[in-house]
């Protein structure tokens, strides 16, 4: 049985996070638990504002929250059917991130399951505070949802690396159970720099993905393309990726790939969703 939790804030993104991951994990046995965060109001000067009892929040706040997430179970029953998959609902007053962290400790999480938004007037995606925040701090495999990729089945995933890192075999797990499911070809992207050889670590390292991926269809790809986003974009438009996975474990490269100057924002995943899995 599968856990996965998909944050809600009753946007067009975020009901498109829930339909791509019900369609994705249609053949396994879930539960998603999709919960909505109220956020601690802040006044003008930056500080938190009043404090709310526990009974007025029950009886406002929260009611309200319930009661649009009751509606939102009743949209997410007239998507395709599917009895392999149940759904519990949660409304939470507090702040997002350390919610996120608790949630994910006490229902014992494989997944986060996120809408991200499409920045307004620029082709490129802006992840969201929340999001970005998720990525960086909370320690569990994140889907980062585009809200206008449709799911389709993903044929070919492509995976960014360096080669400089090992990895460990539960990362490696997460993509491999992924890729077996679908039946995903994983396509590994090295961003290399002009005459330069990969040193004997990132040898052995790319034998060792080589070895661990070997009854899954793969292979190794090499671009000499100065700037890291560059790369990654042109490989996915290349390649018509569906997916593509990353480990937070090389989070500078991440960072690169990710979370450029909001002047440079990369557009390349617009519409495909990116997993992040942590060790």
Known sequence: MKNILIPTDFSDNAWNAIKYGTALYSKTRCTFHIVHINPISYNSGGEAAMYVSPEILEETILKESREKLEKLLKEIERLPLNTKHTFNITALYGFFTDHIKQEVKDKNIDLII????????????????????????VRCAVLAVPEDAEYNTPREIGFPTDFQLSYDIKVLNH?????IIHNSA?????????????TDLQVKNKEFIKNYFSENEHSFHTLTIKNLDDAVQAFVESRDLDMLVMVAKNLNFLERILFKPAVEKISYHTKIPFLIVHE
């Open 114 to 137: 996120m809408g991200t938004k499409g920045a307004t007037g620029l082709k490129a995606v802006s992840l969201g505070s929340n999001t970005g925040n998720v990525l960086t701090k």
């Open 175 to 179: 993509v491999k159970e992924l890729a």
């Open 186 to 198: 994983l396509r590994f992207l090295y961003v290399s720099q002009k005459g330069k050889d990969l």
